[in-house]
RNA sequence: GGGGGCGUGGUGUAGCGGCCUAACAUAUUGCCCUGUCAAGGCAAAGAUCGCGGGUUCGAAUCCCGUCGCUCCCGCCA
């Protein structure tokens, strides 16, 4: 176990324990509920309760009427009896289905063999005394009551009805506990929360900007944030120290499942740390957030295996692996350079990879035509992520059987058993080849583990692979610009034994970069940032900014930079993934309350809508649309 | 910007050139029913198959366009 304590000895811990939980009735005035449907216990039977919220289904055997109703805290069986509630009954047959009712009456266990294991309240039921019908429903355009896949335009255009199945007000509540979590915990180290604005300065580097014109000044724009990066190192340069916020974030880039136009980041940011530091701390909170959350899902494994970029990329041709499986490419240039096959000796020759990745128990006992299926299905997404084929070798179960598959010819005995001890390779496996220039194989790699997995049943759901990337290369060429571009982005400190690079070889110079990586996604990504003028006036030309320019963009931090400004790095969570993954959704739609379309609209109401010509005239604004478009007013 | 998938009673699906006057489940409506909990029984109503055009003797079905949702590439940390 680290210690934190040197960092974090100010531990100011503000305890909520002794607020006193506001519950109506204790104000004694009329009520609409007394207790919560979902917390009905046989401790609370003989108790008069007045219950409300939603039926969620209704049994009507005549002279008895059961309705199961239900709110955010659960599930409860309301009985209704003609002979003893009239009136209760006669209201209670008129109630459909998401009707909001009331109910008074008693709590008492349910007769000998009636209970309902199913539910949490299984075992007491409420006998209605009076029943008052607040409000009625239109038959709900889909279920409620049951989980059931409901086409998107649907669920969206009813989002109000879709954030009222259980799923979903799980999924809303949980994302409460994760921030509710991450809140208090850094509270309790210290960290101040600190709102920046949400209207803002464009910035021509990273994603297309959301522009809101300005009124006051015609003609010029605010930009929403990118991420509050700028600001949250003036707040450092302010000497806040420790630094979070829960942050609304806007790109306008096209969508993705996981992404949308607007999202939320953990944005952090602390000062007199090193790299080392930031990667502790934020892995301290994960893993007690995970506990605290959802602590039925195991990590794989504690401490955060560290994974250099470099290894990250060779062995799984990504920079956010899904580490629940193996599958990793292996290097066997030395082994295929010496076989008979003309492809990977030319390869080799001219120092191109050939990697080789064994899929435990893929060939098994394949019929020889269903293994060239399987085997074309890969080379298919091998092509269609660059290659200009797939090679592979299917091992026999038995252990005198042949190896199947056109290369196995080219390698010798020895060869083959020198292959296989290195890649661990068991009877019955498939063993794939990729040899072309590096990226591709790292492309191939990325395309076809994530399959294979799926495939094989590899992918645990209770499990969650965290993982850290370090060591990223500090600038990325690009090809079209002629120039190098920053990795993350033009803050980012180099690592310091790294710093000489810049001036010799700047492409080998790594980054104080680091990633918290979960199942295959990217969670959080942060780096330590330069502070030093010298050494950021050193970046700009490298990445193709004349100073000029950069002071005009960056004029104002550059200016902050020269009044004191302590070393200091930070890191932004991707809130809507985290709590994607640990609702083990594969969706961030999933767990946003109203989220957008892949169009960027809200179907719900009709977002974005055409500006009335009066706002848009305010604005000095004239719509310069492509033909045949209708200009709506 | 490009590629793939989907669009059929309220919902989920089937049908994929003529047997479709569109099937099934469920929901809905009415009646019956006092221990149900995916309640049950009986009956009824409900879709011109996203929209527009074309091919054909004939289109839910094939083709083109368009709209919407979705997945992926580009883009985006």
Request: glycine share 8%; charged share 25%; with cysteine.
């Amino acid at each position: 176990m680290f210690c934190l304590g040197h960092l974090f000895l100010c531990t100011i811990m503000l305890c909520f324990d002794t607020v006193e939980i506001f519950t109506p009735h204790r104000s004694g005035q009329a009520m609409l509920k007394t207790i919560q449907c979902g917390e009905l216990r046989p401790e609370h039977s003989g108790q008069e309760v007045t219950l409300a919220g939603w039926v969620n289904r209704r049994r009507d055997q005549g002279g008895l009427i059961f309705i199961d109703l239900r709110d955010r805290w659960g599930i409860c069986q309301v009985v209704v009896d003609q002979e003893t509630a009239p009136d209760a009954h006669n209201h209670a047959s008129n109630a459909r289905n998401e009707y909001v009712i009331q109910v008074v009456g008693k709590v008492r266990m349910r007769p000998d063999g009636t209970s309902n294991p199913e539910l949490a309240t299984g075992d007491v039921e409420v006998v209605a005394s009076e029943i008052e019908i607040l409000n009625a429903a239109k038959t709900p355009p889909f279920y409620i009551n049951k989980e059931d896949s409901i086409d998107e335009v649907v669920r969206m255009k009813y989002r109000y009805l879709d954030l009222r199945r259980p799923k979903m007000q799980r999924n809303i509540v949980l994302r409460h506990r994760v921030i509710k979590f991450i809140r208090d915990w850094l509270d309790a180290q210290g960290f101040v929360e600190v709102e920046t604005p949400i209207l803002f300065k464009t910035t021509p580097e990273g994603a297309r900007d959301f522009l809101v014109p300005s009124r006051l000044q015609p003609g010029k724009f605010y930009a929403l944030p990118q991420s509050p990066q700028q600001l949250k190192q003036l707040l450092m340069v302010a000497g806040y120290e420790r630094y979070f916020q829960i942050a609304r974030c806007f790109r306008d880039e096209d969508l993705r499942g996981q992404r949308q136009p607007e999202f939320t980041q953990l944005d952090m940011e602390i000062s007199f740390v090193e790299r080392e530091d930031v990667i502790q701390l934020n892995e301290t909170l994960m893993r007690a957030l995970v506990k605290a959350v959802v602590p039925e899902k195991r990590i794989m494994e504690e401490p955060f295996p560290r994974i250099l970029y470099q290894d990250a990329m060779e062995w799984y041709g990504s920079d956010k692996p899904d580490i629940r499986y193996d599958l990793r490419a292996v290097d066997v240039a030395d082994l295929a350079g010496q076989s008979g096959f003309a492809v990977f000796v030319n390869n080799v020759a001219e120092g191109k990879p050939v990697k080789a990745m064994r899929v435990p128990g893929m060939a098994g006992n394949l019929s020889g035509t269903r293994l060239r299926t399987v085997a074309a299905e890969l080379e298919d997404m091998a092509k269609a992520a660059g290659a200009k084929g797939l090679a592979y070798m299917a091992l026999p179960l038995e252990e005198d059987g042949e190896v199947r598959g056109p290369v196995g010819k080219f390698f010798t005995v020895d060869q083959k058993l020198a292959l296989f001890e290195r890649l661990g390779a068991q009877p019955g496996d498939l063993i794939l080849f990729m040899s072309d220039r590096r990226e591709v194989v790292w492309a191939v790699t990325d395309a076809l583990r994530p399959h294979l997995a799926k495939e094989l049943g590899l992918l645990d759901p209770t499990l969650l692979g965290y993982c850290w990337i370090v060591d990223f290369p500090e600038f990325l060429w690009n090809e079209d610009e002629q120039r190098w571009d920053p990795s993350q982005h033009l803050f980012t400190m180099p690592m310091p034994e790294d710093i000489p690079l810049l001036d010799t070889d700047p492409g080998a110079a790594r980054g104080s970069q680091y990633d918290m990586v979960c199942n295959g996604f990217e969670v959080a990504g942060g780096s330590i940032r330069i502070h030093d003028r010298a050494l950021q006036e050193k970046i700009f030309p490298l990445i193709g900014q004349d100073m000029d320019s950069a002071r005009e963009q960056f004029g104002h931090i550059l200016e902050a930079f020269e009044y004191g400004v302590p070393p200091h790095g930070g890191i932004a969570w991707g809130i809507d993934r985290v709590v994607a993954i640990l609702a083990g959704e594969p969706n961030i739609r999933e767990v946003i309350a109203f989220p957008k379309s892949q169009t960027g609209s809200d179907v719900m109401s009709g977002t974005p809508s055409s500006a009335l010509p009066a706002q848009l005239e305010e604005l000095h604004i004239k719509l310069d649309l492509p033909e045949e478009e209708e200009i709506e007013a």
